[in-house]
């Protein structure tokens, strides 16, 4: 595997290109805490598909710019989301308006609506600056599977078949090269995040990406993951994922508050992962499933901001 880095340290600018098999790459940006996502480039004969864009203007510029210096300018053909979160979208509109966009159906919606676009509230510090970026939604959209080639190199697209970490979640599945783009099914050193999804979907789905049997997997956040390490992994997760339900089947009982059930948890091994606020987020959406009451979003982010004591740590 080899990398070019144009920075470093543990800041988005310190994102390094990583070529994991031959063409195809993982863009990893450090340090894997809010809005900042990875992403990937699959290139072949007939040009390079890519995985996700950026938060912002200036971090999708730099990763477009990467892959195009690895892939002699290979034209940008496809380009797929793997949900609808601004971190891995709100850069779409800096392809080239030929590349054809590619993403889940409830994806598409989801993106259609999201009001944080157009302006990010100032629950992040500092309050993350897009840059010149407009909303681009994908044209051709799946519901379960799809799956795409440039020349012979084949990548799939699969859906898991329930809400996860949102309700339109994609992996993109290299089964020649055993390589997964995970999107954020997985976060890898920093804490999950499913308030838009489902916690005992997202538990659902670990076993299901754990039978890819990938040898290199791409997390939506964070360092990227060996074959041999997945295991560790994804029970990390679940653990986490089982913590989250478990306080809220008891703060239920006990009648608290999602916050209070929050500010009464003992995170454990947890409690030192950045963005431990997504705690107030996750058990919103663990109790308006169990109660089937509706998911409150902005309720849910601001107790995550008291859960914090203040606004959640970001980056420009
Ligand atoms: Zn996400």
């Known amino acids: 595997m080899t990398s070019t880095h144009d920075g470093a340290g543990s800041a988005p600018e310190a994102a390094a290109l990583h070529e994991i098999v031959e063409g195809v790459f993982a863009w990893v940006q450090p340090d894997g805490t809010w809005w900042i996502n990875n992403a990937g480039a699959v290139n072949g004969l ?21 892959v195009g210096a690895a892939t002699g300018d290979a034209p940008l053909t496809m380009a797929v989301n793997t949900h609808l979160h601004g971190d891995h979208t ?66 799939d697209l699969l859906h898991p078949g329930h809400p996860a970490h949102t309700t339109g979640d994609v992996v993109a599945w290299l089964p020649e090269e055993r390589v997964l783009f995970t999107g954020d099914l997985i976060f890898h050193g920093v804490t999950p995040l499913v308030f838009m999804g489902s916690v005992e979907g997202a538990i659902a789905s670990l076993g299901w990406l754990a039978d890819f049997g990938a040898d290199h997997v791409v997390p939506g956040h964070g360092p990227l993951i060996a074959g041999a390490e997945l295991p560790g992994v994804l029970a990390g997760m679940e653990r986490y994922l089982q913590l989250v339900l478990r306080t809220a089947q008891a703060g239920l009982a006990e009648g608290l508050t ?59």
């Open 46 to 66: 007939d040009g390079t598909i890519v995985v996700d864009t950026c938060a912002t203007e200036q971090r999708t510029r730099r990763f477009l710019a990467a």
């Open 90 to 155: 709100y850069g779409n509109s800096l392809l080239p308006s030929t590349t054809v966009l590619i993403g889940h159906e409830a994806m598409r919606e989801g993106l259609l609506v999201d009001p944080i676009i157009d302006g990010c509230p100032p629950v992040w510090q500092p309050v993350p600056d897009w840059g010149r970026v407009t909303r681009r939604v994908p044209s051709v959209v799946l519901r379960s599977d799809l799956t795409l080639f440039t020349g012979s190199r084949r990548v």
């Open 258 to 316: 999602p916050l209070e059930a929050a500010q009464r948890c003992d995170l454990g091994e947890f409690a030192g992962m950045p963005d431990a606020e997504r705690l107030a987020l996750n058990l919103h959406r663990a109790y308006a499933d169990a109660t089937g009451t509706p998911f409150d979003l902005l309720e849910a982010i601001g107790d995550a901001v008291r859960y914090n004591g203040g606004p959640m740590a970001s980056a420009v």
